[in-house]
């Protein structure tokens, strides 16, 4: 009788070690990688939609004190968009950092640049953790999800 609720189980290759469960509008859960077994253990509680997995793969670039990772993000066997993560390593408080890091992505993207990511509005002046960096990762698969539903019409 209760509408379910989405869980995202996630992986990043910077953490090999660590599994992110993403709650819907909920926390970011952080566990060993033996997290997935336990979810097939636990079957009968949760439906698994694995016709909605979706990735990022890519490359991971070390220019001075940046990290830049650019990714193609893949639905199934079809590419749905590119992913760009930037990292500056010396700063763990992410809002203490922002403007150095537009500057450094607005000179290879341009006026392409993002703006503030939703995770620094709630973090303040607390250190940046790696379940903010899966969050933006959902936001980011969840947007491409969408332009995925939307049909195309009217074009010649």
Request: net charge neutral; glycine share 8%.
């Amino acid at each position: 009788g209760q509408t379910g609720k989405l869980m995202y189980v996630m992986h990043n290759s910077e953490y090999p070690l660590s599994c992110f469960a993403l709650f819907e509008n909920g926390p970011c859960l952080v566990a060993d990688a033996n997290f997935d077994t336990l979810m097939v253990k636990l079957k009968g509680f949760f439906q698994n939609a694995k016709a909605n997995k979706i990735e990022s793969r890519g490359t991971r670039y070390q220019y001075c004190d940046f990290l830049v990772k650019l990714g193609t993000v893949t639905m199934g066997p079809s590419a749905r968009g590119i992913s760009v993560e930037v990292e500056y390593c010396p700063c763990v408080i992410a809002n203490d950092c922002w403007n150095l890091l537009m500057e450094f992505m607005q000179s290879f993207m341009g006026s392409h640049v993002p703006g503030v990511p939703s995770v620094f509005g709630s973090k303040h002046d607390s250190a940046y953790s790696p379940g903010d960096t899966m969050v933006q990762y959902m936001e980011l698969f969840n947007k491409i999800r969408k332009q995925q539903q939307v049909p195309v019409a009217g074009i010649r």
